[in-house]
């Protein structure tokens, strides 16, 4: 699988790092036990097109939104996350 980083360009998977699920929020800091235990140990596992963040680790360090197939891993969109981000395609 490549990803399309904005900035360097498609690059291997090698090269990357998963992050996580781009369509999770923590819960508030003063919610109990089990709805913190739910956030931690809990993972969905989606089939088909999928909002992720993911780290180009081994490159120009970004982190980005990739909007995935996760049955076919084509990559629909990337883009970069964060404040030095120009542009929100994904
Ligand atoms: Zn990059």
Not at 15 to 26: Q, V, W
Not at 48 to 69: A, K, M, N, P, T
């Amino acid at each position: 699988m490549r990803i399309p980083c904005p900035t360097c360009g498609p690059r291997d998977l090698r090269e990357f790092t998963y992050i996580g699920d781009a369509l999770r929020s923590a819960p508030a800091l003063e919610a109990d036990a089990d709805t913190w235990a739910a956030y931690v140990y809990t993972r969905r596992n989606p089939r088909g097109e999928h909002l992720e963040y993911w780290q180009h680790s081994h490159g120009c360090r970004q982190f980005l939104r990739v909007r995935r197939d996760t049955a076919t891993h084509v990559i629909h969109a990337a883009a970069c996350v964060g404040p030095h981000a120009t542009e929100d395609e994904a």
